[in-house]
């Protein structure tokens, strides 16, 4: 069993940036691949980056990829999601979650454990 607390959502106007973490407690997160996903008003949610558990590569989807960066510190049980460069359509609550699973998970129902969320608005 893993909880999992984001933090670093909030209102930034088109262009700039915001950090997001992600503090685990329970187990330790080096054994799981965590990811973040977002949920944009009125839409599904998607996949935006992930961090393998072990190794550590990371991944992302073709929206965020070259603007967004996951990285974690596994003394502190942290994941981040650095976004740079953020525009309107990244306007959405963003979700942590940890999948027991290997290879490279990108849809939410590979993922075992998750977040509240935390909203992140773009202004134009």
């Known amino acids: 069993q893993v909880q999992l607390d984001e933090s670093g959502g909030g209102l930034v106007q088109a262009g700039g940036s915001l950090r997001l973490s992600c503090a685990a407690s329970?187990?330790?997160?080096?054994?799981?691949?965590m990811g973040w996903f977002r949920q944009p008003p009125g839409k599904e949610r998607e996949f935006a980056a992930a961090?393998?558990?072990?190794?550590?590569?990371?991944y992302y989807a073709d929206s965020v990829k070259g603007r967004f960066t996951i990285s974690r510190d596994i003394a502190k049980n942290t994941v981040y999601l650095q976004m740079n460069s953020l525009k309107p359509e990244d306007t959405a609550v963003y979700y942590c979650?940890?999948?027991?699973?290997?290879?490279?998970?990108?849809?939410?129902?590979?993922?075992?454990?998750w977040g509240q969320g935390t909203q992140v608005t773009v202004s134009s």
């Open positions: 329970g187990r330790t997160f080096s054994g799981y691949t």
């Open positions: 961090i393998t558990r072990g190794a550590g590569i990371a």
């Open positions: 979650a940890a999948a027991v699973s290997g290879g490279f998970p990108r849809s939410g129902y590979q993922y075992d454990y």
